[in-house]
T-cell receptor, first 112, second 113 residues
Framework: NAGVTQTPKFRVLKTGQSMTLLCAQDMNHEYMYWYRQDPGMGLRLIHYSVGEGTTAKGEVPDGYNVSRLKKQNFLLGLESAAPSQTSVYFCASSPRAKNIQYFGAGTRLSVL | DQQVKQNSPSLSVQEGRISILNCDYT??????FLWYKKYPAEGPTFLISISSIKDKNEDGRFTVFLNKSAKHLSLHIVPSQPGDSAVYFC????????????FGTGTRLTVIP
């Protein structure tokens, strides 16, 4: 059982480049989330989705876009990367009826 | 403004002794609280949770205590083991909406053999 899988695991971008982070879950969870973790700041919610075709902003959404075209996938896009987006990104999923989130292993992104 | 706070960035404990990790929150709408454990280069792993209708929840060596009037919760690990060395995050949510979690900044626990 793979759970939540994030790809890629590492990426280095130059300022202004774009990229997409992919999250896939095989637990049939309705809800999915993207977080970023920065030193000394814990995890902060970027965007989330309560179902296929729906997305909503979290605490720190600026500079990111998301899409949930399929229930099992949640994509996080950076259209024009900035050094401030250097971080570790975590995807999570949760069943609707249970207030516990299950996390992927993370993507470490560096923007130079 | 940080709604969930973990004021101790680190904690060291001898193997076999009790580890106590603390967490405070400010939002009175929070009614569900969780602890996650995180090893380096891995994602957070759910450890234990508690609803606001309870003041204690126990699972093996792990116990979470909730003091609603003080807006404070704590995680007790007894006995502590070297494999417990990790970063522990406290998280809180309101059981309405999309199960969104608000995380503390984490406490790094080191269990000394």
């Amino acid at each position: 059982n793979a759970g939540v899988t994030q790809t890629p695991k590492f990426r280095v971008l130059k300022t202004g480049q774009s990229m997409t982070l992919l999250c896939a879950q095989d637990m049939n969870h309705e809800y999915m989330y993207w977080y970023r973790q920065d030193p000394g700041m814990g995890l902060r919610l970027i965007h989330y989705s309560v179902g296929e075709g729906t997305t909503a902003k979290g605490e720190v959404p600026d500079g990111y876009n998301v899409s949930r075209l399929k229930k099992q996938n949640f994509l996080l896009g950076l259209e024009s990367a900035a050094p401030s987006q250097t971080s570790v990104y975590f995807c999570a999923s949760s069943p609707r009826a249970k207030n516990i989130q299950y996390f992927g292993a993370g993507t470490r992104l560096s923007v130079l | 403004d940080q709604q969930v706070k973990q004021n101790s960035p680190s904690l060291s404990v001898q193997e076999g002794r009790i580890s106590i990790l603390n967490c405070d929150y400010t939002n009175s709408m929070f009614d569900y609280f969780l602890w996650y454990k995180k090893y380096p280069a891995e994602g957070p792993t759910f450890l234990i949770s508690i609803s606001s209708i309870k003041d204690k929840n126990e699972d093996g060596r792990f116990t979470v205590f909730l003091n609603k009037s003080a807006k404070h919760l704590s995680l007790h690990i007894v006995p502590s083991q070297p494999g417990d060395s990790a970063v522990y995050f406290c998280a809180a949510s309101s059981q309405t909406g999309a199960n969104n979690l608000f995380f503390g900044t984490g406490t790094r626990l080191t269990v000394i053999p």
